[in-house]
């Protein structure tokens, strides 16, 4: 469609540019101008000059690369008002005045190569684990700090300083703005992964608070999944998409109209979204094919074996139980381990599976993992052992946080209740 040029149309046609090439724009602002701040200053500029000169000249044929000229340019007349004060403006200034502007920045292959790039800066390992996942979701996804602050039960000021150090901590330990080499590639992947991944898991299973999701945060994780996907379609790039998608089919079924949970085997698979699910297992199928899958990959197999049942009984407990065995043999995990031992009750019964966390517990692992103890007292309580299931069911709701798991236990707890003592 062709954009509109002088007419009434002209301030929707800026919005929906800023939703859909900001921070593709942005990208290549930082990696012209080499700072966080002084992109989004003159990102700001740009489109603020676009409000004002779209309406009287027209909507430029290529909106993305006058933002990024405007852009550029706005903030060489910045850096040269302040030349009389910061030297290193001033040189700054004629250091990319002289630079040409090579058509290539603002071509689509230009623009991705910066977005790839700032996804990989952003998810640096020299920066810390929650300034990963700030510093990503305000510069790739665009959320404000308020937005991220209240995603993550935050305050907006602790949000901003955590932010503002993951910016200085890039300029000042000169964290290069660029793609790693390929030898280099794995392990730096592997952050990017574990960034989009905890976002992703915040907003399908809140760590706190009234829901049980926050599909704003799952959803900007998915969003990143795609974008990886589509810049560097590696195989566990690929899985760890597939795992999103598998998940997010199932939001629908798993809390009831009131708001509470409903466990795995007891949803109704009709409200599975189908789509999803079938997206997911080509991205499955895509990335085992390849031989060089990992962890996420392990992953989204066991979650596309549920997708695949019909129902909760046609489950391929033994399939799920195999590809459990392969994921801790490359990625031993106590919690893999809980999860396995929940696929070995289901294949050989729970006295099965009670065995294999009583293990773990007696290790010290997992000790104040609520969801531990939530499932040996649930083996316990299908083993008829009501005294074990109902103390295990009370230290797990000592230790749960989300309301919605709380009100759960409460109810299993209270079931136990007409069980006779013994």
């Given at each position: 469609?062709?954009?509109?040029g ?13 939703r859909?090439?900001?921070r ?7 990696h012209?101008?080499?700072d966080?701040?002084?992109?989004e200053e003159?990102l ?7 409000v ?15 933002l990024v000229?405007?852009?550029?340019f706005?903030a060489?007349?910045s850096?040269r008002?302040?030349a ?6 001033s ?11 090579e058509?290539?920045l ?10 790839l790039?700032l996804i ?7 920066l810390q684990a929650d300034?990963?996942i700030?510093l ?7 959320l404000?700090?308020?937005e991220i602050a209240?995603?993550f039960l935050t305050a907006a ?7 503002v150090r993951?910016?200085a901590k890039?300029?000042d330990a000169?964290i290069?703005?660029?793609v790693?080499?390929q030898s280099?590639?794995?392990p ?6 574990q960034?989009i ?5 915040e907003?399908?299973?809140a760590s706190?608070g009234e829901s049980?999701?926050?599909?704003d945060?799952?959803?900007?994780a998915?969003?990143?999944?795609r974008?990886l996907v589509?810049?560097l379609p590696?195989p566990e ?9 598998l998940h997010?089919?199932r939001?629908g079924?798993?809390t009831?109209p009131?708001?509470d949970l409903v466990?795995l085997?007891?949803q ?6 189908r789509?999803?699910?079938g ?5 499955v199928?895509?990335?085992l094919?390849s031989?060089?899958?990992g962890a996420?990959?392990?992953e989204?197999a066991?979650?596309?074996?549920h ?5 909760a009984?046609?489950?391929d407990?033994a399939q ?8 801790l043999?490359?990625n031993?995990?106590?919690v893999v381990?809980l999860n ?8 050989d019964?729970?006295?099965a599976?009670?065995?294999l966390?009583e293990g773990?517990?007696?290790r010290g692992e997992?000790?104040?993992?609520y969801?531990a103890?939530?499932t ?10 009501v005294e ?7 230290r797990?709701?000592e230790l749960?946080?989300p309301?919605?798991?709380r009100?759960f ?14």
């Amino acid at each position: 469609m062709a954009l509109p040029g002088k007419d009434g149309r002209v301030d929707e046609v800026v919005e929906a540019t800023y939703r859909s090439e900001s921070r593709r724009v942005l990208a290549t602002l930082i990696h012209l101008l080499g700072d966080f701040d002084r992109a989004e200053e003159a990102l700001h500029d740009a489109f603020m000059a676009a409000v004002e000169q779209w309406p009287r000249d027209g909507v430029p044929a290529n909106p993305r690369a006058w933002l990024v000229s405007t852009g550029r340019f706005k903030a060489i007349d910045s850096m040269r008002r302040r030349a009389r004060f910061d030297e290193s403006a001033s040189e700054l200034a004629r250091r990319l005045d002289g630079e040409a502007m090579e058509p290539a920045l603002w071509d689509e292959q230009g623009i991705e190569d910066d977005r790839l790039r700032l996804i990989f800066t952003c998810c640096h390992p020299a920066l810390q684990a929650d300034a990963r996942i700030a510093l990503t979701m305000r510069e790739v996804c665009g959320l404000t700090t308020e937005e991220i602050a209240r995603a993550f039960l935050t305050a907006a000021p602790t949000m901003a300083k955590r932010i503002v150090r993951a910016k200085a901590k890039i300029r000042d330990a000169r964290i290069p703005y660029e793609v790693p080499t390929q030898s280099e590639l794995a392990p730096r992947l592997d952050t990017v992964l574990q960034v989009i991944y905890l976002v992703f898991t915040e907003g399908y299973s809140a760590s706190s608070g009234e829901s049980l999701t926050r599909p704003d945060l799952s959803g900007e994780a998915i969003r990143l999944g795609r974008l990886l996907v589509e810049l560097l379609p590696e195989p566990e790039s690929q899985g760890l998409l597939a795992l999103m998608l598998l998940h997010e089919s199932r939001r629908g079924a798993r809390t009831s109209p009131e708001g509470d949970l409903v466990l795995l085997d007891d949803q109704n698979r009709s409200l599975w979204n189908r789509d999803l699910i079938g997206e997911g297992i080509a991205l499955v199928e895509q990335a085992l094919e390849s031989r060089r899958f990992g962890a996420y990959t392990l992953e989204a197999a066991i979650a596309a074996t549920h997708a695949e049942a019909p129902n909760a009984a046609a489950t391929d407990w033994a399939q799920i139980v195999a590809l459990y065995d392969a994921l801790l043999s490359g990625n031993p995990s106590p919690v893999v381990e809980l999860n396995r031992a929940v696929a070995v009750a289901m294949r050989d019964g729970p006295q099965a599976g009670l065995t294999l966390i009583e293990g773990i517990l007696a290790r010290g692992e997992l000790e104040d993992y609520y969801l531990a103890h939530a499932t040996r007292a649930d083996f316990y309580r299908r083993l008829g052992e009501v005294e074990q299931a109902r103390a295990s069911y009370e230290r797990a709701l000592e230790l749960a946080r989300p309301e919605v798991a709380r009100r759960f236990l409460a109810r299993r707890l209270k079931e136990l209740l007409s069980f006779p003592r013994q």
